[in-house]
């Protein structure tokens, strides 16, 4: 006689997520499975395969837009839109704890009749756990004081810019800086991401009525540098030497 299977106690069907940094690209491509009762499931693939994507949003917590599926937890369809609705619906996730975030921030700016105007923007940011507790995503021992992760204190940013006229048409030329500060870059453990210095330059001019062209080109020096993380085998990094020319008209 035939061994009777164990019954279904957890069921994904059709589920779908979009890549986070390209909406157009799925990260999670219908996917369907079931748990059964006493089942031990793993989730295999190599790095950028979608695991992590698929675990996290199915828990409530995505990296990208939730595109489609359902999920049943002992039969009925259960929301897992955000962490706080998982929980509801008895899975076993938890939230991180509690956190604060607290700091200062400074803007200025100054205009001449010279045509030059100057930016100034200056952030300190605190923004830290307040309680112990361990991390959800991979285990580690958070404690009070620990800082929250892709959290620079301090972060800079400044741009100069001239107006003038050429033939008679209005012109602008300029530069920016951006400091952004040393930052935990994997939540529990000892792995910062470093602080970096990026600088752009911008010119523009209205080269016939209503016509205005611009020439852009961020990080002019070619800066190798990291925007965030999430873990030291997940970082993203910073774009390349980028020339950027636009066009605008008015009618």
């Not at 000892?190 to 600088?199: A, M, Q, R």
Request: proline fraction near 3%.
């Amino acid at each position: 006689r035939a061994g009777r299977r164990a019954e279904v106690l957890f069921e994904v069907k059709n589920w779908t997520v979009a890549n986070p940094s390209n909406p157009d690209r799925l990260a999670v491509d219908d996917v369907s499975f079931k748990v059964r009762a006493g089942e031990i499931v793993g989730i295999s693939g190599l790095m950028g395969a979608g695991r992590t994507e698929l675990a996290m949003s199915i828990f409530g917590r995505t990296y990208g837009k939730h595109a489609g599926g359902n999920v049943l937890l002992e039969g009925k369809e259960v929301d897992t839109a955000n962490v706080p609705a998982a929980v509801d619906a008895g899975f076993f996730s938890f939230t991180a704890g509690e956190a604060r975030s607290r700091g200062v921030e400074i803007d200025a700016n100054l205009s001449t009749d010279s045509g030059v105007d100057l930016w100034f923007s200056y952030a300190y940011t605190d923004a830290e756990f307040t309680n112990s507790n361990p991390d959800a995503d991979f285990g580690a021992q958070i404690d009070a004081g620990d800082q929250l992760i892709n959290s620079p204190e301090h972060q800079i940013s400044l741009q100069v810019s001239k107006a003038f006229n050429v033939s008679d048409r209005a012109a602008t030329i300029g530069g920016g800086v951006l400091y952004v500060g040393e930052r935990v870059g994997w939540t529990g453990f000892d792995f910062n991401l470093p602080s970096y210095t990026t600088t752009r330059l911008f010119g523009e001019i209205e080269a016939v009525d209503g016509l205005l062209v611009r020439l852009d080109i961020d990080n002019l020096f070619d800066e190798t540098f990291y925007t965030n993380s999430f873990a030291d085998v997940w970082v993203e990094p910073g774009a390349p030497r980028r020339f950027r020319l636009s066009a605008a008209y008015k009618f």
